[in-house]
Every structure is written in C-alpha cells, then in structure tokens.
C-alpha cells in the first residue's frame, strides 16, 4: 500500500481523499514514518501528530502533509534557518504563506534541511549537517532549499516549500528531478521567513510535476498587510492544462549558454533534446540575447550579501538564540557570539557585504551593482517584446559530490550562473527536469515576464508531459 | 589581496570576532570573490538609475489603526537574559572606545 500512496502526486492524493479512496491519516503517516526514518538528512524536524488533530477533507487540500524550510517561522515549532545562532528558537507567530497553507488544509509534516540562512548550493552549509541526494547519496541535493527537495524526490514528503534568493529553489529541484518554481518578486509574503536578502528573497513550491507546483502556489499568493513590497496576484492561479506549445516563441540566450557559464556537456545534450522536444510541440526556438546577464553573478554576489549583512545584523545574542558570553562586555558578547553561532559561508557573505558597503567602496561596488541590475532587468524587458519565455538550462551541472566544491566558494557561486538573471529582475523562473545525464537528473529552466505564472506553468507543462521524466526510482530508492 | 587591516577592519563593523588563521583565509577567499565580482564594472552604465527594488511600490502603508502586538511575555520567551522591562544586556559602557 505504501507503494501506491508514494506514486500519488499531492493533486492526485487530494482527489483520493475527496473520492474516499485514500485515508488522510494514513497519507499522513507514510510520509511522517519516512520523514522520521530521516536516511537522507533533509529534516530538521518532523511532527509527532497531525497539527490541529485532525484532517480537514474538505478545505482545497484535504490535509494532506506539507514540508517547510527551516527559515519558515512556524509558531513554536523550532525554526532555525540551518543556522546555530538560532538554536532553540520557538518563533511566537507563523509565516504568511505556511498559515495560508494551513488555512487551505495542508497539514505540517516537518521542516526541511538547508544552507545556513539559504545561503549555498549544496546544502552542506547546515548546522545540521549535508543533505543527501536520493538519486545518489555520495553527492549533494544542491541548495539551499536542499531539504525540501531531497523530501520531494525521495518520498519523504509529497510535496515542500523552500525560498529562492538567486536560484535555491530552481537549482536544487534540478539536481533532484522534481520542480521547482520561484515565482515572481512580490507574489507570496516574505512575512515570516528568515530574511537573506529582501530584495530577492521569495517563496515558492518544490513539487513532483507542474500540476502540483500550480495547485500550492495558488494558494500561496496574495497580498499581506505584513510585507510592504508583497502585492496582489493579478489573476487566479489555475491548474495546467496545455499539452503543446503551438505559436510559443522560446529565447535561448546566447550569453547564458556562453563557455562562460561552463554548462557540461551531459547538460548541455539534455537541454537541446528537451528543445527538439518543444519543437515537436509547436514551439519557435530561436536565439536572443540578454547581454548584461554574464554580469548578473557579480551583481548578485554584491546586492545578496549586502542586503544579508544588514539583515543578519539581528542575531546578536540579545533577542533570540545564542549568546556567548563578553566578560561583561557588550560589544565582546556581539562579536562571540557571532563568531560560535554562524558558519563559515555566513561569515564570509557578511563580511562580503559589510566590505561592499563600507565607506569609501559603496558606490564602486553596492552602487554599481544596483545600476546593473536595472539593464539586467531592462535585457528581459527588451527579450519579452519577441519571446514568450526564456529557456536555459538550470544549473551547469548534474549533482555533484559531497566536498567537491566546498573548498572553493567562487566554484559554488557559479552554480547560479542561470538562475540569478531572473531573480535580480524579480520575474518568475521554473526548473523542469529535463533528463538524466549519466543517471542523474538535469533541469530546464523556463522563464516568463512578472506574473506569467499561469502561462509559464501552462508552457512547463506541455514540455513535461512531452519529456515525460521518471522521477520514480529516487522515491522507490533503486536509483544509482 | 585585501589586507590583513582591512579583513580586521571588515569585521570590527560587522561584530564578528575571527580568529588568526580565520583572517588570513577570509583575506584570500575575499580577494577571489572581489576579483571576481569586479567584472561588473565592465559595464556602460553611464546615466543609469540604480534598482534597489524591483517591485514598483512606494509607501505601502496600513491604515494608521491600534492593533494588538505581541504580549511581554511572549516576545521575550526566546531572549538568552529576559528582564523585568526588556531584553537584558551587558552594559555597553564597558565597551565605549
């Protein structure tokens, strides 16, 4: 039986439970039993029971579990955003988007392994220790929504949210087969989340197809009294429908696929199947050009560790976590209990963006970097008036292994050569997986202008049903 | 190479205490990532106005109403030195330079 429940997508385990063929208490428990079991690393947390002590069947859905990123705040359940300076933290209140799950049934299942305050792409930056990948558990799951979609994938959780700030949510669900969706800046309420970068930080699904990305986002958007730059979805989320792509013109930008971004092969041939592919569907593929996107990187790796030096400014042992005694000295408490409580890549991005703020290089670094990100974000606009969609592959790899790249941050750092592009220009990005390449998984990643998620997630669609990828065997645990 | 000045400078202004070896391999690692990042320089970004913020949003405020916020109790039931009026702290004299 267990088997049957794992092959359900969360869309088709609400319907079961509607139809009366399912048992909310027994899709609860097979994934709260592997959750616990825990063999991949990617909780940090799992429910003992059922949050509200029962399944709401008749709220859009049904009670079935949900996984959530650390970094979300999920009243007094431990929220700690991988980080040790946060050790023992019982937020007071819950995050926007977790109670707006809640509120439309979903029930909590755990919270889900990452980066340290999401910063890294490989989930080994966790005070809880790397995440391993189902499909091969000797390489990472990328990060930093590591976790959640190490969960996903393996069938620890039928379906999680994570955040992407500059590509943790697209990149991870490419190394683990599934899909991921950063939606567009502003769609879903930072309220609640554990702030790395505000400018770019934004929530979004981990799913194992498209039908079930669209059916949580929809009811994850919508404007919050308590985040001032959150704003009203235009539109209703609706479910995917499309099933080819006639008349859909698909950018493929030049830049991006560059030898710059160091795309190996194994992706490079996934990625040009899965526009044969499209093709096939009806859709135009033709070159385009975004030229400031090569510069999005070092934009990024300027803005995000500003912004997180400013943010990570609170953890100093005074309200919440740890604190380290100063020898009755406060700025002494300050610096020690900064120095036990973050780790290695923390410190090196608030150092990062302290530096690129301080006197004297501001505007050479922080001010340059905000001027690119407008002709960044001016490169789409000028894409968009003669594509639908941009498409890349998502990361320049397949999922590499455990200490591979952990001695070299600029080698990390170009992981998100295609993904941070679309999150300085805040539109929308989701990342499909595209085949396997050496028996891992590649993702596509297609991108839209700012709240095209209904024909972004229609496209992505048409595209997987015509990919149709096997995610099986990281869930039945047979892969690699 | 960023200077072993600037690397303790750098964490002066961010409250972070690094230890000897800590400093030398952040002098290295900061000088790779800066290098790097420096590209962007290369742009023309002659009379182009910074984005901080891609939303187009200006001023969203609420309606200026009294609303409830969190009890005392609650929003001091994380802190490590909770007191009767607040968060309790060494005192910040010790540390005037």
Not at chain 1, 36 to 43: G, S
Not at chain 1, 395 to 416: T, V
């Amino acid at each position: 039986m267990s088997e049957a429940i794992l092959a359900l997508t969360a869309a088709q385990a609400v319907a079961a439970i509607r139809a009366g063929d399912l048992d909310p208490a027994e899709l609860y428990e097979t994934y709260r039993g592997r959750a616990e079991a825990n063999e991949l690393n990617a909780f940090t947390w799992v429910a003992e029971r059922d949050h509200r002590g029962g399944f709401d069947t008749v709220a859009p859905l049904a009670g079935i579990p949900l996984g959530v990123k650390d970094l979300f705040c999920t009243e007094g359940v431990p929220s700690q955003s991988g980080s040790k300076i946060l050790q023992g933290y019982l937020p007071p209140y819950t995050a926007t988007v977790v109670q707006k799950l809640y509120d439309a049934g979903a029930t909590l299942l755990g919270k889900t392994n990452q980066d340290e305050f999401a910063m890294g792409s490989s989930n080994e930056n966790s005070a809880f220790g790397p995440v391993l990948n189902p499909w091969d558990t000797a390489r990472v799951p990328g990060g930093s929504s590591g976790g959640s979609a190490a969960a996903v994938a393996g069938g620890l959780a039928p379906w999680a949210l994570g955040t992407d700030t500059g590509g943790s949510i697209r990149q991870p669900a490419a190394f683990c087969g599934i899909v991921g969706l950063k939606p567009t800046y502003g769609s879903c309420s930072r309220y609640g989340m554990i702030a790395f970068a505000s400018s770019l930080d934004q929530a979004g699904p981990l799913t194992r197809d498209v039908t079930d990305a669209a059916l949580l986002l929809s009811h994850m958007v919508g404007q919050d009294a308590n985040d001032s730059t959150s704003l009203a979805f235009p539109e209703e989320i609706v479910l995917p429908s499309r099933r080819e792509l006639r008349g859909v013109r698909l950018g493929v930008p030049e830049e991006l696929l560059s030898a710059e971004g160091g795309i190996d092969e194994g992706v490079r041939a996934s990625f040009e199947r899965a526009l044969d592919l499209a093709r096939e569907l009806g859709a135009s593929i033709e070159p385009c050009t975004l030229p400031s996107a090569p510069y999005a990187l070092s934009a990024y790796y300027i803005i995000a560790p500003a912004e997180a030096s400013a943010n990570l400014a609170r953890f100093d042992g005074v309200r919440y976590g740890l604190r380290v005694d100063g020898d009755g000295d406060l700025t002494t408490m300050y610096s020690r209990t900064r120095a036990a409580g973050f780790g290695p890549e923390v410190k090196r991005r608030i150092m990062l963006g302290t530096y690129v703020l301080s006197s004297g290089y501001y505007d050479a670094y922080y001010g340059t970097a905000l001027r690119a990100r407008t002709v960044i974000a001016r490169d789409f606009e000028r894409a968009f008036a003669d594509f639908d969609f941009i498409v890349t592959p998502t990361a320049p790899g397949a999922a590499f292994e455990l200490g591979a790249k952990s001695a070299d941050p600029l080698a990390m750092y170009l992981n998100d050569f295609c993904t941070v592009p679309m999150s300085l220009a805040g539109i929308p990005a989701i990342s499909i997986p595209s085949g396997l390449s050496d028996g891992l998984p590649v993702g596509l990643q297609l991108a839209g202008p700012a709240f095209s998620e209904n024909r972004l997630l229609d496209a992505a669609h048409a595209l997987e049903q015509a990919i149709a990828f096997d995610g099986s065997p990281a869930w039945k645990g047979v892969a690699a | 190479m960023l200077e072993r000045e600037t690397v303790d400078h750098v964490a002066r202004l961010a409250r972070l205490e690094l230890n000897e070896a800590e400093t030398e391999k952040m002098a290295g690692e900061l000088s790779k990532i800066l290098d790097h990042i420096d590209a962007v320089r290369q742009l023309d970004l002659e009379g182009v106005e910074p984005t901080s913020h891609v939303v187009d949003v200006v001023n969203a405020l609420r309606a200026d109403v009294p609303q409830q916020s969190l009890p005392r109790e609650v929003a001091l039931a994380a802190a490590p030195e909770p007191t009767e009026s607040g968060f309790g702290v060494p005192s910040p004299g010790a540390s005037a330079e």
